[in-house]
């Protein structure tokens, strides 16, 4: 299965608001988190809430979920 791999204005916002209140990161999430990765034109504050995810989970205050 090929992922599209465009991402939808405000989603990288609407996953790191999700990922802060449940404190997981779902496959629809790493989804988007990868799209995000192989994006090139990613705005700064974007590319802040992508770090700060990574960050969490390298802590364990967030778990992936399975």
Known sequence: MVDNLQLRP????QTYASIAITNVITL???RVLRAAALNETLE????????????????GWVKVDA
Do not use: C, F, H
């Open 10 to 13: 405000g989603a990288i916002t």
């Open 28 to 30: 629809k999430d790493r």
């Open 44 to 59: 700064p504050e974007e590319r802040n809430q992508i770090d700060r995810i990574l960050y969490s989970v390298r802590r």
